[in-house]
């Protein structure tokens, strides 16, 4: 087989068959296949797209290209989450005790990253004495004890994506489809899930700006899914504006807990209970989603879901305590209000805008080496369709720094304000299975 023949077939508008893919990505992996030749099918797929057999096959040689997560040690379905990202997403941080707290086995592998605020993995540290090394025996054990635990990312998991995706990305080829839904198909499945529950957002904060793109993508990775032999649900879901209140990681750790403890922001609640009655669903835990959806309800109602989440801490050597008392989470320096320059009602969040602005306060990291600050961020006081008045305060900042001027500025540039009442947009605009 020649790369040039799989190269020509594809700008031609063929079907590549399993082989010709293996090959190509068995080779690119392997270095015997020259970057120019792996951009120029990449460039090729761009135009011509993928049908939903190759895209499968795709995704499927991106996972044989190195380690795949074992999970068979763990009893019951093993149930992922994805979010493709947005700004203030707590949803793991909760989902991942909800679900545990009605027997679904949560086994979550999670990286750091890059991002306005850190990872899950950072967001748990801000937990005194929180650990997510640990090897894959105690791991195991702890899932099948707790019905949860988190690890840090380790092993060589989809090398062959983690090489074409930074290809992609200095070839203008990362905006396309079919490369976009198998490079993330491909890390759920090596990561070791029976089942995935996606959730796909769209909005100023999303990876996919505009509806239609979010939903195309939904649909390639739920057929990808459910192609590969793993059933799929996707959820479409609002990032116009930022998720809840809280855009840090301690704050955010604070606000998991209220939502555990149904005290939270009811966006947030809500995105929740929809994804997380997918979970419970797709994990047999529930005959229908509507009954899953009670479960989850009454785990919040009766303290099972906190409970989930206080035994999850101190099982990983984190001081339980900051449940109770999250004054001793990781706490900044200063605070400052931002308050509104007139009356009327929020029409607006860009939460592009307000994710840049926590990255300003040293919320994430802007390269792999910079040191994250876990106790600032910000608080967000009003949200789109809520009246102010002149003077009420828009949103909190948390900062170690005093001078916040362009923290300020950033937070004016995404808020809008109009005269007239607004509708905020639909929470959830479509589920995709
Ligand atoms: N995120 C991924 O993991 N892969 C892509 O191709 C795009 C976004
Ligand atoms: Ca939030």
Redo the contacts with the bound molecule.
């Keep these: 087989m020649r790369m040039i023949d799989i190269i020509e077939k594809k700008r031609d508008g063929h079907s590549l068959t399993k082989e010709e893919i293996d090959f190509a990505v068995q080779g690119y992996t392997k270095g015997d296949i020259p970057d120019y030749q792996m951009s120029a099918l990449a460039m090729a797929i761009f135009y011509q797209d993928m049908t939903p057999e190759e895209r499968v096959h795709l995704t499927m040689a991106m996972v044989l290209s190195g380690d795949q997560i074992d999970l068979s040690d763990i009893d019951g379905i093993k149930v992922d989450k994805h979010s493709?990202g947005g700004v203030g997403d707590t949803t793991t941080l909760i989902l991942a005790p909800l679900v545990a707290s009605i027997g679904v086995p949560v086994a979550k592998m999670s990286g750091r990253g890059l991002g306005h605020t850190g990872g899950t993995i950072d967001k748990l540290e801000s937990i005194k004495g929180f650990q997510v090394e640990m090897d894959s025996k105690t791991f195991n054990e702890l899932v099948n004890k707790n019905k949860i635990a988190v690890v840090g990312q380790s092993g060589n998991l989809t090398p062959a994506d983690k090489k074409l995706?930074g290809l992609?990305d200095v070839t203008a080829t990362?905006d396309s489809i079919p490369?976009?839904a198998s490079?993330?198909m491909s890390?759920k499945i090596a990561s070791g899930a029976d089942a995935i529950v996606l959730d796909v957002k769209t909005g100023s904060g999303a990876?996919m700006k505009d509806l239609d793109s979010a939903k195309e993508l939904a649909k390639a990775m739920v057929q990808i899914g459910n192609g590969a032999g793993r059933k799929t649900i996707a959820v479409i879901s609002d990032m116009s504006q930022p998720l809840g209140f809280a855009i840090g990681n301690a704050l955010e750790v604070k606000e998991a807990i209220d939502t555990l403890k149904g005290k939270g922001p009811k966006d947030l609640e809500e995105l929740c209970l929809t994804l997380g009655s997918r979970m419970v669903y797709l994990g047999g835990k529930a005959e229908t989603v509507e009954e899953a959806r009670e479960k989850l309800v009454d785990a919040m109602k009766s303290g099972k879901a906190i409970e989930t989440f206080k035994t999850f801490v101190a099982a990983q050597g984190g001081d339980p305590s900051i449940i109770d008392q999250p004054e001793k989470l990781p706490t900044a320096a200063h605070t400052f209000e931002v308050e509104a320059k007139q009356d009327g009602y929020i029409s607006e969040i860009i939460a592009n805008e307000i994710g840049i602005a926590a990255s300003l306060l040293g919320a994430g990291r802007v390269t792999k080496e910079s040191q994250i600050d876990l106790a600032v961020g910000l608080v967000l006081n009003k949200k789109v369709g809520d009246q102010v008045r002149k003077g009420d305060s828009l949103v909190t900042i948390y900062s170690n720094q005093e001078d916040v001027a362009e923290v300020i500025g950033k937070i004016y540039e995404s808020y809008s304000i109009s005269s007239e009442p607004v509708d905020s947009n639909p929470l959830v605009y479509d589920v995709i299975s």
């Design positions: 493709t995706y992609r990362v490369l976009i490079s993330i890390k990876f």
